[in-house]
């Protein structure tokens, strides 16, 4: 099993940065495709980027592309989500979540992933 806590949100102004940390625990990091969703309270859980093993193939959903940024550190067992420029529209609760990547072919689908952490609030207002 894999265990995983986010951390890094808060509360910022439109055009500000926050990065994310997803730390992962139960398992062998290295070997599971990364995916980063958020959800507005009464809505669907949405996509937001996603990275597969070695960082050998990164997605991003259309509104993160060109401001937020993916990455890995397997020697940490820990995710990043790194955003910038961020608008009202980012406000959601930010979830990490895992899959054991075979293939690695919905990594847009909650569904794929077999992992999800708590949650941490991203709020962006002025």
């Known amino acids: 099993q894999v265990q995983l806590v986010e951390s890094g949100g808060g509360t910022v102004q439109p055009g500000a940065s926050l990065r994310l940390s997803c730390a992962a625990s139960g398992g062998t990091f290295s070997e599971y495709g990364m995916g980063w969703f958020r959800q507005v309270l009464g809505k669907e859980r949405e996509f937001v980027a996603a990275i597969r093993r070695s960082g050998s193939d990164i997605h991003y959903a259309d509104s993160a592309k060109g401001r937020f940024t993916i990455s890995r550190d397997d020697s940490k067992n820990t995710v990043y989500l790194q955003m910038n420029s961020l608008k009202p529209e980012d406000t959601a609760v930010y979830y990490c979540?895992?899959?054991?990547?075979?293939?690695?072919?919905?990594?847009?689908?909650?569904?794929?992933?077999?992992?999800w952490g708590q949650g941490t609030q991203v709020t962006v207002s002025s």
């Open positions: 979540a895992a899959e054991r990547d075979i293939g690695f072919t919905n990594w847009y689908s909650g569904y794929a992933y077999d992992y």
